[in-house]
C-alpha cells in the first residue's frame, strides 16, 4: 500500500450546511476544507490505496459526499512525494519500545535502560518512547 495526498475541487462555492459532519466524514482521512483559488470548496485527504487510480477514485467519492457536490478537479500523488516538492523531510519509522525490543529479541526493560545510557536515541511521545527504526537493526539479543 502506498499514501496518497489527494486534493479534490468541489462545484460548490459555499460551506456545507453542516460543516462538522462534512469534517466529522473527513476524521479519518486527516482531512481539511478550504477554498480554491477559483472560490470552490475543496478538502485535501491522505489516503492509503493500492495504485494511483484507487487512490483518485476513493478520494473523490469520498470528498463529493462530504462535502455534498461533484467534483470538479482533483490532484492526486504519493505522499512522499508531495512533502519533498513542499521541502519537508521524510518521516523515519518509528518503534514503540515493546516493537524495538521484539525486533532485538530482548526485554522492554532492557530498551529502557539502553535509552536512559544514551545507547539508543530516543523521543518522548506523551508518556512513552519511540525509537527510529533503523537505531535497533541488528541480531537478535544484541
Known amino acids: 500500500m502506498t499514501s496518497y495526498t ?17 469534517i466529522d466524514a473527513l ?6 476544507i478550504g477554498t480554491s483559488v477559483l472560490g470552490r470548496l475543496e478538502a485535501t485527504i491522505t489516503l492509503d490505496a493500492e495504485t494511483l487510480r484507487q487512490a483518485t477514485q476513493t478520494a ?11 467534483a470538479v478537479a482533483v490532484n492526486v500523488a504519493p505522499t512522499a512525494d508531495v512533502d519533498r516538492a513542499q521541502g519537508r523531510p521524510p518521516i523515519p519509522e518509528l ?4 516493537d524495538a525490543a521484539e525486533r532485538l529479541g530482548v526485554t522492554r526493560q532492557a530498551i529502557l535502560q539502553r535509552i536512559d545510557s544514551g545507547a539508543i536515541a530516543a523521543t518522548k511521545v506523551g508518556k512513552a518512547y ?13
Open 95 to 98: 518503534l514503540s519500545v515493546a
Open 27 to 32: 476524521e479519518a482521512y486527516h482531512g481539511a
Open 130 to 142: 519511540v525509537v527510529r527504526a533503523a537505531d535497533v537493526t541488528g541480531s537478535k539479543g544484541a
Open 60 to 70: 473523490v467519492a469520498v470528498v463529493a459526499d462530504a462535502l455534498g457536490s461533484p
Open 6 to 22: 489527494a486534493t479534490v475541487e468541489t462545484a460548490a462555492r459555499r460551506t456545507p450546511a453542516d460543516l462538522d459532519a462534512a
